[in-house]
């Protein structure tokens, strides 16, 4: 199978702004624009009233204060003075339509046409096919712990067990936290969840299990609730009951890598993958380029028969009614609803105000209100249909697309998608970051400049996207990527080391 990707269009041949849907009321500037410029449109000429910096936005007609603006065919706020054609469109002019929570009916929109006509035949990989069925991307020894008291040692084992076995399995990684213990509530049913998860997820060919002794998040409750672990896979113990809980760690990690070392990739089909959706440092491209085409990608995978997860839920406020309209019954559209207005009321209950994003980040770099931002993050979820809704810690139980309930910090969101069982994740960023996770990620960029600028962050540029034919090209060199990094291809993230988890606080510490 070739890793390379072919060449990409010529990025000066893009034209110089972007209208999503014939609809909108702004475009996009694809590069810095200038004060007097006349610029194209779909056949319509705009001269430039301001400079507008790349990625941000002008007025295509002039707007009354108070009228609805329009961007992917969608409200994306409301305009707080009046705008002329041509005048940048941003935070000085431009506020969230946002509220709290809401009433929603069940309008059912039917399976898309073009997701339909998908190849069922999307090609294959080469797996790790697990006892279950299910199919891992690596075939690691993972190190996690009950609680952060032994996040310390559960790394140092870690690091001493990659140099000792070093090319028996695709690697041993700790991933320490800071709970477990002094929690109540959803805290420690959070923590306790997501190690539950992790520790059956089909990439670890081995799991220790490490605890403390007494903790809160108990190891023999821990496991007494996760029937679906592999026990011939797993070896777990507290510290407190050993006398020298490194060299046990190691003769514990010694007994899972002499069963993983047998383990063989095989060919799989892309019905095999789990894919997660994430985006993280998003700008007025993001929404344009790179998350389009991770949409692409969840169609590919789920009209061949596997599986996509989106989440980061109050990223999608403001865009909520295009995921009910996919619902696949009235069931799933219930499950939507209960988790976009549970945030919501999260939210309200610690007074903060559900439109409290973008972040400064995303301002920077051209989003002005959380609906821009969350009518461009939906695009990850591409054209499929709504198959489930599952909560935080839970895990996959169908084919298709799954909505999650998680937050949209990147580490919490990411590692729940790794809990619920993606076995690669697709991470969208304009800005740049070099956070990686359980999972293998591949970081997506949204424009040609970051690409450029971070080398060693990004594994695929997006930014040719925008041309008449670099979509489709894009489209075949990512899923190209995805299969070969699927198939043992390390990530910039994996080479950097560069691998984590965070779990969801949002309760009381003893």
């Not at 095989?266 to 997660?276: E, Q, R, T, Y």
Request: aromatic fraction near 6%; proline fraction near 5%; hydrophobic fraction near 40%.
């Amino acid at each position: 199978m070739s890793c390379a990707q072919p060449p990409a269009p010529v990025v000066d041949d893009l034209p110089p702004a972007h209208r999503v849907d014939p609809a909108d009321d702004v475009a996009v500037a694809v590069r810095s624009l200038g004060r007097g410029e006349r610029v194209q449109v779909g056949g319509q000429v705009v001269e430039l009233a301001a400079d507008i910096p790349r990625g941000h936005k002008f007025a295509l007609r002039a707007l009354q204060s108070g009228q609805a603006v329009h961007k992917y065919g969608w409200p994306i706020g409301r305009a707080t003075i009046g705008i002329a054609a041509g005048d940048h469109v941003h935070s000085h002019n431009l506020s969230t339509g946002l509220t709290g929570t809401l009433d929603y009916r069940h309008e059912p929109a039917g399976t898309d046409a073009a997701w339909s006509a998908l190849s069922r035949d999307a090609g294959s990989f080469m797996g790790y096919r697990r006892a279950d069925g299910r199919v891992g991307t690596r075939n690691e020894i993972w190190v996690l712990c009950t609680v952060g008291c032994v996040g310390r040692t559960a790394e140092r084992i870690a690091a001493l067990a990659s140099t000792r076995f070093a090319g028996q399995v695709d690697g041993v990684v700790a991933f320490p936290h800071p709970f477990g213990c002094s929690q109540l509530g959803d805290d420690l049913a959070h923590t306790k969840a997501i190690i539950s998860a992790l520790a059956q997820h089909p990439n670890a060919g081995g799991v220790l299990l490490l605890g403390l002794g007494c903790e809160s998040n108990q190891l023999d409750r821990l496991l007494r609730d996760a029937p679906g672990i592999d026990a011939g896979r797993l070896r777990a113990f507290t510290a407190q009951q050993s006398s020298d809980e490194v060299e046990d760690g190691l003769q514990a990690v010694a007994e899972l890598v002499a069963i993983a070392a047998q383990d063989r990739r095989v060919p799989c089909p892309a019905s095999d993958l789990a894919i997660g959706l994430k985006c993280g440092g998003s700008d007025g491209f993001s929404g344009l380029t790179a998350n389009p085409l991770v949409g692409r990608m969840a169609d590919r995978v789920t009209a061949a028969g596997g599986s996509a997860i989106l989440t980061e839920i109050p990223e999608i406020f403001g865009a909520e009614e295009l995921l009910m309209r996919r619902a696949v019954d009235e069931t799933v559209f219930e499950g939507v609803v209960d988790v976009v207005n549970g945030f919501k009321r999260y939210f309200l209950d610690h007074d903060q105000p559900v439109y409290e994003n973008p972040s400064p980040g995303n301002i920077a770099g051209g989003i002005t209100t959380l609906e821009e931002k969350s009518l461009g993050a939906v695009q990850k979820g591409g054209r499929a249909p709504l198959a489930d809704v599952i909560a935080y810690g839970g895990r996959l139980r169908h084919r298709g697309l799954t909505l999650l309930a998680a937050p949209g910090n990147d580490g919490v969101s990411a590692t729940a998608l790794t809990a619920a069982g993606a076995t690669v994740i697709l991470f969208t960023t304009g800005r740049g970051t070099p956070l990686g996770f359980p999972a293998p990620t591949l970081k997506i960029a949204s424009n040609g400049t970051l690409a450029r600028q971070k080398p060693n962050w990004i594994d695929f540029d997006a930014g040719s996207a925008l041309s008449d034919t670099g979509s489709d090209h894009a489209a075949d060199a990512l899923w190209s990527l995805i299969l070969a990094t699927a198939s043992g291809q390390a990530t910039r993230a994996e080479k950097n080391g560069q691998r984590e988890i965070a779990i969801w606080k949002n309760g009381v510490t003893l």
